[in-house]
């Protein structure tokens, strides 16, 4: 009989609805399985839809941009076989890459490990080497390490050499430092205990909307880990049970985040009780959910498959 341990891992080695490669998954076959070259060709797949300017200015047509709202893996990869078929894992101009964000690498890799029987999981939460003096919005993948026996944060954006631009540390873009990258429950539980700053936590301080910074995007971002947590990998703009567009976080909902927080914050959890969690009426991800596509935000219904 295999341990409590050895079940969770095995849990994120199957694909959701959400990785699941479908039809092309013979595409994600013929990938190299070591999690280094899968890293790699991830992050070759997928055109930033903001980090690099305006995408018109790469050779981009304006209608390109409705690219970040592919929501599985199965659409994604068939746009990248439309437009070029080529393996996976063969450099691309960036025209051949899907427009999308970090949410977006993170769901092909995570799709291409667990193909290949790596547990893989999506992890939403914060990162601090992204824009100096700010914690800001990201989606990164973890990976169980068997040697190590623990879970390593990967980050499939950026290219190794990376660089915090803060203090030009060089980080590990294959075993991210969890005091540059917090997960949903990691920040909010050093926001209320004062260790850090609230106002510093946003989708980036060249946003001023107020539900996109501090307490309301540190719930959104606590609530959309526990989502990835059971294999729920959403859209980042998407929006369901607590989470709503406004400026302000009530004590209730303060308080049902801090159990939360607590409770995926605690090691010894197993995945039979985060399953439990993500059961709750309000924080489940519903048949119908409602995305804010950016910039303009306004919410509209969405069917998931």
């Not at 917090?182 to 936590?201: I, K, Q, T, Y």
């Not at 989708?203 to 307490?215: G, M, T």
């Not at 995926?264 to 519903?286: H, K, Q, S």
Request: aromatic share 10%; charged share 25%; proline share 8%.
């Amino acid at each position: 009989m295999r341990s409590s341990t050895e079940l969770d891992i095995s849990y994120y080695t199957t694909q959701s609805t959400f990785t699941d490669p479908g039809a092309l998954v013979a595409w994600v076959a013929a990938l190299d399985p070591d999690p280094v070259a899968l890293r790699e060709a991830a992050s070759g797949l997928v055109f930033h839809f903001w980090g690099n300017g305006d995408i018109t200015e790469h050779g981009f047509a304006p209608q390109r941009r409705a690219e970040i709202d592919l929501r599985y893996a199965e659409d994604i990869f068939a746009r990248l076989f439309e437009l070029n078929p080529a393996p996976l894992d063969a450099e691309r101009a960036p025209t051949e890459r899907v427009v999308g964000c970090c949410r977006d690498f993170t769901l092909l890799f995570v799709a291409m490990a667990r193909h290949h029987g790596i547990p893989a999981r999506s992890r939403t939460g914060f990162a601090s080497y992204l824009m100096p003096g700010w914690a800001a919005d990201h989606t990164i993948a973890e990976v169980w390490d068997a040697d190590q026996g623990r879970w390593r944060l990967i980050d499939p954006q950026f290219a190794p050499g990376y660089r915090d631009p803060t203090d030009g540390r060089l980080l590990d873009v294959l075993d991210m430092p969890r005091d540059r990258f917090l997960v949903g429950a990691d920040a909010w539980a050093a926001c209320r205990s004062g260790e850090a700053n609230p106002d510093r936590f946003v989708v980036s301080p060249e946003q001023p909307a107020p539900f996109l910074r501090s307490w309301p995007q540190l719930r959104h971002n606590l609530v959309l880990d526990l989502a990835a947590l059971n294999k729920h990998e959403m859209i980042l703009w998407d929006i369901w049970g607590p989470l709503d567009l406004s400026a302000q976080v009530d004590a209730r909902t303060m308080t049902e985040m801090d159990a939360l927080s607590e409770l995926l914050r605690d090691p010894a959890t197993e995945i039979d009780r985060i399953r439990a969690a993500f059961e709750d009426g309000a924080l489940r991800v519903p048949a119908v959910v409602h995305t804010a596509t950016p910039p303009a935000g306004v919410p509209r219904p969405i069917t998931l498959r």
